[in-house]
């Protein structure tokens, strides 16, 4: 892993490797590569020149101010907003391309909300079948069949007749996680999954990520919980007004930052008492 | 006599007084103040309608209003023609609530769909809900009921009651769409966006995720619409269908008294209060479902 750094960005949008080769030379595969990103929502720019690659394995979290872009640069990777311009590669395959078909790309990029967004009328179980059923389709006892074994997995078993709202924020949570793993997708983005829990089940998600990291699951994480950060990923990037600003292994990062507001932002994590 | 069509049956204003009103009262406290609330409304509602009742009684004309519209022979006599007639009602009813169910539901999502491409679609259902909200129903029936027939096509059908369906029909699809619609709308938009990262097409979104929670949603208000609807049935008397409107015409006529249309006014009370109590009641329910969904 390459320690880059700075705020190269501006203006690079088509880069000089328009090909990418899926297994590179030094044995790692690139599992996501994100090149030259630009997103303005209006007159506000958000999102200002993103350079990331991410390797098969790999978990890297995105650590930043609240309105930094970290939200924002998921769903642009999940296509769940149209990228201004850049280009985004999976498994070498360009899916910001005119012609990539936006759906077959989604199956293969799993993203879980803050908020869970569950869908309340159906079971936990149809939660967990209805995209396998549907988008793959697999039968229903095939989709079932999966469903449940991850459900167990992940402590859900006896939860699988449940609706959503029996269920407590980590449950849900934990679902939701689920509900993506379901899909068998080759990357698994998460966008603040325990900003809306009790601090109590923040333990229990986390757990989870764990497991699937040790797993091998590639992921790309936005979180505010730095000490998970520190635990988990392979690789921190610091994201500032719609920069990378600087990215390296957590150990470098949280207790060396090179760039001024990444130490500005670290401190105040500190003060607040969440490092 | 105009319709309540004219007034244009309860649309998607429901959802949002589904939202405002207070929270349920509930628990043990409540006993035995509740008690006497009841007590107090039963003694009320005596006081006030014996007053309604003594007034009117004693009203100057009252002999002779009482033998217009409460003669017992007439009553026995038009019970047996108008009761009957009201299957006509029942029938139409019946026919034109699967046909509105359908067509709205058709028109909602017609509006709904994104991209440019589909503006011509969009433009048409909106110009459909525009027109058949505006013109008041009876017009329909009328120009439906007698237009229609009176083009004499070979082969068109004859039979009143079938525009009477189709008038219906398309006049209450145009309110039940905006029902649904509202439906649709007041499904999070973080539930598409849910159903769409797992790789769910657009059409799929709409039918497992969206649509499911709108209709449940809008199921009171729809309610609404069908008392609106069931009520509206005696309009396409005017275009020649025997309902229990015009069966109570032709009794009135015959007996010279006005007893027929107080029983066609209790056949109505009788089908829409037991339907109005179980609105209200889904509607209480719903209620408290949002309220232990937003705790
Ligand atoms: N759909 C949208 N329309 C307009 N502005 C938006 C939209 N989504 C995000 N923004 C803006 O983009 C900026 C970045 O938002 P984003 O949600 O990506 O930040 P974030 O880093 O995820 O913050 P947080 O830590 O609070 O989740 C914010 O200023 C936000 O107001
Ligand atoms: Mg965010």
């Not at chain 2, 059409?203 to 809008?218: C, E």
């Amino acid at each position: 892993m390459s320690r880059t750094t700075g705020s190269r960005g501006v203006g690079t949008t088509a880069g000089p490797s328009g090909q990418a080769p899926a297994g590179s030379g030094n044995g790692q595969a690139r599992a996501l590569r994100v090149e030259g990103v630009w997103k303005s929502f209006g007159a506000t720019p958000v999102l200002r020149g993103i350079d990331l690659e991410l390797a098969e394995h790999d978990v890297v979290c995105l650590i930043g101010a609240s309105g930094s872009g970290k939200s924002t640069l998921l769903r642009c990777i999940n296509l769940l907003e149209p990228l201004d311009s850049g280009r985004v590669f999976l498994e070498g395959e360009e899916i910001t391309a005119p012609t990539a078909d936006v759906n077959r790309v989604r199956r293969r990029i799993g993203i879980v909300f803050q908020s869970f967004n569950l869908f309340p009328h159906m079971s936990v179980l149809a939660n967990v079948t209805l995209a396998p059923c549907k988008v793959l389709g697999m039968s229903q006892r095939e989709a079932g069949e999966r469903a449940v074994g991850l459900l167990d997995r992940f402590g859900l078993a006896d939860k699988r007749d449940d609706f959503p709202d029996r269920l407590s924020g980590g449950q849900q949570q934990r679902v939701a996680i689920v509900r993506a793993l379901a899909m068998e997708p080759d990357l698994l983005l998460l966008d603040e999954i325990t900003s809306a829990l009790d601090p109590e089940l923040v333990a229990e998600v986390l757990n989870v990520i764990r497991e699937l990291a040790r797993g091998g699951m590639t992921m790309l994480i936005a979180t505010h919980e730095m000490g998970f950060a520190r635990d988990i990923a392979t690789r921190v990037c610091f994201l500032d007004a719609g920069v990378i600003l600087e990215q390296g292994p957590a150990a470098e990062i949280f207790s060396r930052p090179r760039e001024a507001r990444t130490q500005q932002f670290l401190q105040r994590i500190v003060e607040a008492g969440r490092l | 006599m105009s319709g309540s069509l004219a007034g244009g049956p309860l649309g998607s204003g429901d959802l949002l007084s589904l939202r405002a009103s207070g929270p349920p009262r509930s628990g043990r406290r409540y006993d035995r103040s509740a008690f006497r609330s009841t007590l107090v409304a039963f003694g009320s509602t005596i006081v006030f309608f014996g007053l309604i009742g003594w007034v009117v009684v004693h009203a100057p004309n009252w002999p002779e209003v009482q033998r217009s519209f409460l003669d017992g022979a007439v009553w026995a006599q038009s019970v047996p023609d108008i009761v009957p007639a009201f299957l006509v009602n029942v029938q139409l009813f019946c026919i034109a609530e699967v046909l509105i169910l359908v067509l709205a539901l058709v028109l909602a999502v017609l509006r709904s769909l994104p991209g440019p491409v589909l503006f011509p679609l969009r433009l048409l259902a909106t110009v459909y809900a525009d027109v058949f909200r505006a013109v008041p129903g009876v017009l329909i029936i009328y120009l439906l009921g007698f237009g229609i027939p009176g083009l004499q096509i070979a082969g068109i059908p004859t039979d009143p009651f079938v525009y009477a369906v189709i008038a219906l029909t398309l006049v209450y699809s145009a309110y039940v769409s905006e029902v649904y619609r509202a439906g649709i709308q007041s499904v999070h938009p973080s539930q598409e966006a849910a159903a769409r990262s797992l790789g769910l097409t657009q059409f799929q979104a709409l039918r497992y995720v969206v649509l499911p929670q709108a209709v449940r949603r809008v199921i009171p208000p729809l309610l609404n619409d069908f008392i609106g609807l069931q009520k509206d049935t005696v309009l396409v008397s005017y275009i020649g269908v025997i309902e229990i409107f015009r069966q109570s015409q032709i009794d009135q006529q015959a007996a010279f008294n006005y007893t027929p249309y107080l029983v066609t006014a209790l056949v109505f009370l009788v089908i829409t209060i037991p339907l109005a109590r179980l609105v209200d009641v889904m509607i209480a329910r719903d209620r408290r479902r949002f309220l232990a969904g937003t705790r």
